[in-house]
């Protein structure tokens, strides 16, 4: 029973799971915060500034979608990983086209990590730029003046961030009612969406970076798996009976593998 859990244990890669993990918990995170964020955001544009954008409803969507893809591609990679750790590794790999196709797939998804990671990169600006804006607006809601309703917060000077045919009263918040549902039902709320929505983007990039170095570990095993084998067979053909041949000496040298691989 202890043998089979220690190979079962063997057959585990403990740094793509950690990867794993990681990863869906971000994303998770990411798509949850950023779903509540836009909502908040759309009441907001719609409540306060009389403004719809329908683009806000699909881009939920989005956010639904992109959780979706990186929980089955962070499985993936976690299928990879278990293929290639221990003594999984010897068996799947053991003929030259399965080696071959585990290299393919090894590098395949390095090429979708790295470019993931790039756009994950642009997801965390446009976050940062998003909660600094927010931050303004909640600044703008500490004033004093606002606060004791004897003045209105005037978006005129950002005109830029409102479509064309917003006019200037709309860009306006005035009134008891107006300020309420413009800092405190939704700025407030929408700032600590978007902070946490920040902190996840960082969590998924880290996990992306860690899947890279998972799956060049992985990579370079199949590869060394393949001329290990090769030098295997060498040795067998060399001495195929004796006992005390060296070949004793390349299972130790297995087996001291098969626990130094669990990526």
């Not at 806000?56 to 979706?68: N, P």
């Amino acid at each position: 029973m202890g043998n089979m859990c220690n190979d079962c244990m063997t057959r585990v890669p403990y740094a793509t799971l950690i990867a794993t993990i990681m990863c869906c918990l971000g994303v998770g995170i990411f798509c949850g915060t950023m779903f509540r964020g836009a909502t908040l955001t759309a009441l907001l544009m719609d409540q306060v500034f009389h403004l719809r954008l329908s683009w806000l409803e699909a881009l939920q969507l989005i956010f639904a979608s992109i959780g979706a893809s990186m929980a089955a591609l962070g499985f993936m990679i976690l299928c990879v990983g278990c293929l290639a750790t221990g003594a999984t590794r010897h068996k799947v790999y053991r003929a030259w086209s399965t080696r071959v196709g585990g290299r393919i797939s090894c590098a395949v998804f390095m090429v979708i990590t790295y470019i993931l990671q790039f756009a994950w990169l642009l997801i965390f600006a446009f976050l940062v730029i998003t909660t600094f804006v927010f931050t303004i607006f909640w600044g703008l809601c500490e004033n004093p003046r606002v606060g004791s309703h004897s003045d209105c917060i005037d978006f005129n000077q950002f005109s830029f961030m409102f479509p064309n045919y917003t006019r200037n009263e709309d860009m306006k918040v005035c009134g008891p009612q107006e300020v309420k549902l413009f800092c405190k039902d939704y700025v407030e709320k929408a700032e600590v969406m978007f902070i946490l929505a920040t902190v996840a983007s960082i969590l998924v990039v880290l996990s992306l970076i860690h899947y890279l170095m998972c799956l060049s570990a992985n990579y370079a095993h199949i590869r060394d798996h393949e001329k290990f084998q090769e030098l295997q067979e060498l040795q067998y053909l060399q001495d195929p009976g004796d006992g005390d041949s060296p070949q004793h000496g390349m299972d130790t040298l297995s087996s001291h593998n098969h626990s130094k691989d669990r990526f």
